[in-house]
């Protein structure tokens, strides 16, 4: 795991960079001081440390042979506020774990970052689940995430929690929310168009790994936000996290579909 991480050198230079209003928040989260959903639907945020770092990890994920996705939990020190960037990201061939600090006293665990290989796409149900539901054993490393960021080859995806945000929701609740109540009308309408755009269904289709499921991750993480009040945001890996707004995530969407069509 240690060589393959060393495909590319650990960007030393997140260690001095000025934190920006997102590793601000980040930190101000270990101490339950998380806004309201309408102070975050209003806030654009800005990141040099994490963005280099998430950007690093979706590189090292792209120029694998295998394009295994990285995956790890960031941390904040207790006696000193500071971020720690893992060196070493956990690996997984189509989903992966990411270790979490035991040491609560010590090291609080806050967002996860992880990667999705190839294709622009945002969070998958399994990803929403694990964002409201938590993850790992409840009597040693549970964790529930106070955020969530996907690098991905084009764009980087951001929730984060507000304080109206539920906590420890029914997974299986999360999960069928994903995959069957959000979609609908306005799902299959972008959907649509986006098949009549192509014109030919298959290769787009072979291209996304599922043509609808890539519209169903979008537009069901944007109804979630909406359900479950928490902040959804994306960049396009300039460190400037914008709000997602219904005509944002089409122009997203139409963006990635558009730029993928250029390559077939």
Not at 7 to 14: L, S
Not at 118 to 123: G, R, S, V
Not at 192 to 214: H, R
Request: glycine share 6%; aromatic share 14%; with cysteine.
């Amino acid at each position: 795991m240690r060589e393959a991480n060393n495909i590319i050198p650990f960007p030393t230079e997140i260690l001095n960079f000025q934190k920006s209003n997102l590793e601000s928040y980040i930190i101000d989260l270990t101490e339950n001081k998380l806004p309201f959903l309408n102070e975050l639907s209003n806030t654009t945020f800005y990141t040099k440390q994490i963005e280099t770092y998430a950007n690093w990890m979706s590189d090292l994920t792209e120029k694998d042979s295998k394009h295994w996705e990285r995956g790890v939990v960031i941390h904040v020190q207790t006696d000193n506020k500071k971020l720690i960037f893992p060196k070493n990201p956990d690996i997984g061939e189509d989903a992966c774990g990411w270790a979490v600090s035991k040491r609560r006293d010590l090291f609080l665990p806050t967002i996860n970052i992880h990667t999705h290989p190839q294709i622009n796409i945002c969070f998958s149900p399994g990803d929403m689940s694990t964002f409201l539901s938590g993850w790992g054993d409840k009597t040693t490393d549970f964790f529930i995430p106070t955020g969530m960021l996907v690098s991905a080859p084009k764009f980087n995806f951001l929730i984060l929690k507000s304080q109206e945000t539920p906590s420890a929701i029914d997974k299986n609740e999360v999960y069928n929310k994903s995959w069957i109540k959000y979609g609908g009308e306005e799902y299959f309408k972008l959907a649509e168009d986006g098949v009549k755009k192509v014109g030919s269904f298959q290769p787009i289709d072979d291209a996304f790994n599922g043509f609808f499921n890539f519209y169903k991750a979008f537009v069901s993480t944007f109804k979630l936000a909406q359900e479950y009040k928490f902040g959804f945001y994306y960049s396009t890996k300039d460190g400037i996290y914008t709000p997602f707004t219904k005509d944002k995530l089409t122009e997203v969407m139409t963006s990635i579909l558009d730029d993928t069509i250029s390559r077939l």
